[in-house]
């Protein structure tokens, strides 16, 4: 699992409003705001499109960000448990993935734990790794689906 919409690197700052104003290009006109809605109602739909293709690409093979890295010995050996009656697969090494995935104290509930890249007990943890976007295949973009979640976007400034 990587983290597009969470860059790292020397370029950090640079990357995160690349980022934020890439998906604010796509957004439908009568979802943008402020200079943006501008540049969505003067450039057209196809280019805009284009031009987030051609950006993205970029980001793409130049950025950083945190990977979620588990080793497959995790998922070479399953077993089954069953939770509200549906039967789910999980490593049949528990134990190990778990301490491997949250930490050594993953059994003692944490109410300081939180996910947020910045937090130093998550920076801990073996499964993150900070890699090159470009570890794994780029994802193809789909602006249809982009256009529905953007709904629910709060970063619409």
């Given at each position: 699992m990587r983290w597009f919409n969470s860059p790292k690197g020397a370029f950090i700052s640079i990357?995160?409003?690349y980022y934020i104003l890439m998906k604010r290009m796509v957004l439908p006109v009568e979802q943008s705001s402020g200079k943006m809605r501008y540049i969505n109602i003067l450039i057209p739909k196809q280019i805009r499109h284009l031009i987030f293709k051609v950006l993205f690409h970029f980001y793409y093979l130049f950025g950083?960000?945190?990977y979620h890295v588990i080793p497959v010995e995790y998922f070479n050996?399953?077993?089954s448990i069953?939770?509200?009656?549906i039967s789910f697969k999980i490593s049949k090494?528990?134990?190990n993935y778990l301490k491997y995935r949250y930490g050594k104290n993953w059994r003692k509930p944490d109410?300081?734990?939180n996910t947020d890249f910045y937090v130093d007990k998550w920076k801990k943890?073996?499964?993150?790794?900070d890699l090159k976007f470009s570890e794994l295949k780029k994802p193809e973009i789909d602006f249809d689906l982009q256009n529905y979640y953007s709904k629910f976007s709060t970063d619409k400034k």
């Amino acid at each position: 699992m990587r983290w597009f919409n969470s860059p790292k690197g020397a370029f950090i700052s640079i990357f995160k409003k690349y980022y934020i104003l890439m998906k604010r290009m796509v957004l439908p006109v009568e979802q943008s705001s402020g200079k943006m809605r501008y540049i969505n109602i003067l450039i057209p739909k196809q280019i805009r499109h284009l031009i987030f293709k051609v950006l993205f690409h970029f980001y793409y093979l130049f950025g950083r960000c945190i990977y979620h890295v588990i080793p497959v010995e995790y998922f070479n050996k399953l077993k089954s448990i069953e939770l509200y009656n549906i039967s789910f697969k999980i490593s049949k090494d528990t134990e190990n993935y778990l301490k491997y995935r949250y930490g050594k104290n993953w059994r003692k509930p944490d109410s300081d734990f939180n996910t947020d890249f910045y937090v130093d007990k998550w920076k801990k943890i073996s499964a993150r790794k900070d890699l090159k976007f470009s570890e794994l295949k780029k994802p193809e973009i789909d602006f249809d689906l982009q256009n529905y979640y953007s709904k629910f976007s709060t970063d619409k400034k």
